[in-house]
């Protein structure tokens, strides 16, 4: 069946340097790949886009990389803040019509001053 | 949450009774969608519209039910509320395009009692 995993476990991390969170997943063909981040209370919020043709994205201080091979994408945070902690989830879409997404689980981030 | 908002915010309510939610844009997006997220399952996705009167099921559609009669209300409605459908639901936005980011609301949380 499609699987699609983040690291369940928080990612603690002091401020300043860089969090890098992983989405592996299975059995999944997606045309493109989205990251966003979801605050507690609050719905997830649009990061970052990337299509299966493209290596990298960037955006300020966020990194997205899309391995088709491995199966895999990790996303950067750069010259981590305080305010970056927060959950971040990956989807998942097809080219299938409805423009629909699937999600992974998220993993949070908390960002030490 | 702009351009997009869900109510009721907060609803307890008893096994066995109806419940209708409700998501409203302003943003004139063709497509929409209803998820649920709870506690290791993340986010899936129940049903989504993609046009007045366009309904397709997600993953998770047994014991909901969905209408769309105009371009900017999406209705979510429990037919005879379970326990097992106590959970926070978000509505969430799309343009049409492959790739498009979601602009979702700031969430339902439901209590079935």
């Known amino acids: 069946s499609q699987k699609i995993e983040q690291n369940s476990e928080a990612l603690n991390i002091q401020e300043g340097k860089t969090a890098t969170l992983t989405c592996n997943y299975t059995n999944y063909s997606p045309a493109y790949l989205q990251w966003y981040r979801q605050d507690p209370g609050r719905g997830p919020v649009f990061l970052l886009l990337i299509r299966e043709n493209e290596k990298e994205k960037r955006k300020e201080r966020l990194k997205v990389t899309f391995d088709t091979t491995l199966k895999q994408s990790l996303f950067h945070i750069t010259a981590s803040q305080p305010a970056d902690s927060a959950t971040y989830l990956c989807?998942?879409?097809?080219?299938?019509?409805?423009?629909?997404?699937?999600f992974g689980g998220g993993t949070r981030v908390l960002v030490k001053p | 949450d702009a351009g997009i908002t869900q109510s009721p915010r907060h609803k307890v309510t008893e096994t066995g009774t109806p419940v209708t939610l409700r998501c409203h844009q302003t943003e004139n997006h063709r497509y929409m969608y209803w998820y649920r997220q709870d506690p290791g399952h993340g986010l899936r996705l129940i049903h989504y519209?993609?046009?007045?009167?366009?309904?397709d099921k997600g993953e998770v559609s047994d014991g909901y039910s969905v209408s769309r009669s105009k371009t900017e209300d999406f209705l979510l409605t429990l037919e005879s509320a379970t326990s097992s459908q106590t959970s926070v639901y978000f509505c969430?936005?799309?343009?049409?395009?492959?790739?498009?980011?979601?602009?979702f609301g700031s969430g339902t949380r439901l209590t079935v009692v």
């Open positions: 989807a998942l879409g097809t080219t299938a019509a409805g423009n629909k997404l699937t």
């Open positions: 969430a936005i799309s343009e049409s395009r492959q790739g498009d980011g979601y602009t």
């Open positions: 519209s993609y046009g007045v009167k366009d309904t």
